[in-house]
C-alpha cells in the first residue's frame, strides 16, 4: 500500500516555464488536495478536489491549474513558473467523513530561479 | 468556512518540562481537529484527531489534546519535553472535505 505518490521530489525551473507535479493515491479516497509550504505561513491550499471530476480553488490559486484526471490521480500544473512559486509543495488524500485522517505526499521542493 | 489560529509562532522549553501549543478555531459548525508534527527536512505526521468523541484526546508519542468548545480550542500538551519533540505542530481544522492549518508552532527543546 503505497499511500500518496508524488513526483518529481526537486525540481528547479527558469521563470517562465512550465511544469506539472504529479499525485496519485491508492486509498480510493475521494477528497484530493494541493498546498504549498512556506516558512511562517503554514501550509496554504492551492486548489482542492473533493470528488472525481470536480476541482474548487483554494487560498492561493493563481499561477496555478489542476486536473482530477481519475480518482486516483490529481495532478498540479504550473504553466510559467514564477520565482514567487518557490516553495515545497504537497499533495494530499482525505479519508472522511468516517475516517478522518490527511494522507500526504512527500512533497516537491520547487526552485524557480 | 473554518479557520485556525495558532498562538505562538515559537515554543521553546527544557528537556523534561511540559510543552503546551495553543490553538483556536472559529467554525459555524463542529469541526474535525487535527494536530500534525513535520520534523526537519520531513514529511507529515498524524499525532492525534478528534473527530466528537471523547474531548480528551490521546494521540502518540505522548501527546494529547483537549477539545474546548466553549473556548473554541484544541491545545496540545506533552508532561515532558524529549529533545525528539523539537519539530514544527500544525493545528487542522476540518469540515467534511474543508481542511484548513494554522500557520505552524517550531518547538525547540533546550538540553
Known amino acids: 500500500n503505497a499511500g500518496v505518490t508524488q513526483t518529481p521530489k526537486f525540481q528547479v525551473l527558469k521563470t517562465g516555464q512550465s511544469m506539472t507535479l504529479q499525485c496519485a493515491q491508492d486509498?480510493?479516497?475521494?477528497?484530493m488536495y494541493w498546498y504549498r509550504q512556506d516558512p511562517g505561513m503554514g501550509l496554504r491550499l492551492i486548489y482542492y478536489?473533493?470528488?472525481?471530476?470536480?476541482?474548487d480553488k483554494g487560498e492561493v490559486p493563481n499561477g496555478y491549474n489542476v486536473s482530477r484526471l481519475n480518482k486516483r490521480e490529481f495532478s498540479l500544473r504550473l504553466e510559467s513558473a514564477a520565482p514567487s512559486q518557490t516553495s515545497v509543495y504537497f499533495c494530499a488524500s482525505f479519508a472522511g467523513p468516517s475516517g478522518e485522517k490527511l494522507f500526504f505526499g512527500s512533497g516537491t521542493q520547487l526552485s524557480v530561479l | 468556512a473554518q479557520s485556525v489560529t495558532q498562538l505562538d509562532s515559537h515554543v521553546s522549553v527544557s528537556e523534561g518540562t511540559p510543552v503546551l501549543l495553543r490553538c483556536n478555531y472559529s467554525s459555524s459548525y463542529s469541526p474535525s481537529l487535527f494536530w500534525y508534527v513535520q520534523h526537519p527536512n520531513k514529511g507529515l505526521q498524524l499525532l492525534l484527531k478528534y473527530t466528537s468523541a471523547a474531548t480528551l484526546v490521546k494521540g502518540i508519542n505522548g501527546f494529547e489534546a483537549e477539545f474546548k468548545k466553549s473556548e473554541t480550542s484544541f491545545h496540545l500538551t506533552k508532561p515532558s519535553a524529549h529533545m525528539s519533540d523539537a519539530a514544527e505542530y500544525f493545528c487542522?481544522?476540518?469540515?467534511?472535505?474543508?481542511?484548513?492549518f494554522g500557520a505552524g508552532t517550531t518547538v525547540t527543546v533546550r538540553a
Open positions: 478536489s473533493a470528488s472525481e471530476g470536480t476541482t
Open positions: 486509498m480510493n479516497h475521494n477528497s
Open positions: 487542522v481544522a476540518g469540515l467534511f472535505y474543508k481542511l484548513s
